[in-house]
Nanobody
Framework: EVQLVESGGGLVQPGGSLRLSCAAS????????ISWIRQAPGKGLEWVSM????????DYADFVKGRFTISRDNAKNIVYLQMNSLKPEDTAVYYC???????????????????????WGQGTQVTVSS
């Protein structure tokens, strides 16, 4: 059974940090593009960050560059999103998603469609508030 399970969300004050985890099972994890996507209340899906297959390279949306860091542990089949200097506008449900092909339909500058990824996690809530 394929599973992507996010964890690590919670309530944090502005300027604080959280580390999200995405544990994968049931598919060839290292051969997939893994992305973090978020959805704020009342808004659509928004691409945040991506790791290419095997972790060869990473990319970030401009609004998180310098604050968020994506990484993966292929031995444990886990992808992390370290989030620092959090802002209230980072409040959202954060999802990890995986696909064997480059997710052109959910990438910088484009609308994000669920169909861009073969697998999605259930999401984890991040709330940034004082």
């Amino acid at each position: 059974e394929v599973q992507l399970v996010e964890s690590g969300g919670g309530l944090v004050q502005p300027g604080g940090s959280l580390r999200l985890s995405c544990a994968a099972s049931g598919f060839a994890f290292s051969s997939y593009y893994i992305s973090w996507i978020r959805q704020a209340p009342g808004k659509g899906l928004e691409w945040v960050s991506m790791l290419t297959t095997g972790g060869a390279s990473v990319d970030y949306a401009d609004f998180v560059k310098g604050r968020f860091t994506i990484s993966r542990d292929n031995a444990k089949n886990i992808v992390y999103l370290q989030m620092n200097s959090l802002k209230p506008e980072d409040t959202a449900v954060y999802y990890c998603a995986a696909d064997p092909s480059f997710p052109w339909n959910c990438y910088r500058g484009s609308l994000c469609y669920k169909e861009a990824f073969r697998y999605w996690g259930q999401g984890t809530q991040v709330t940034v508030s004082s």
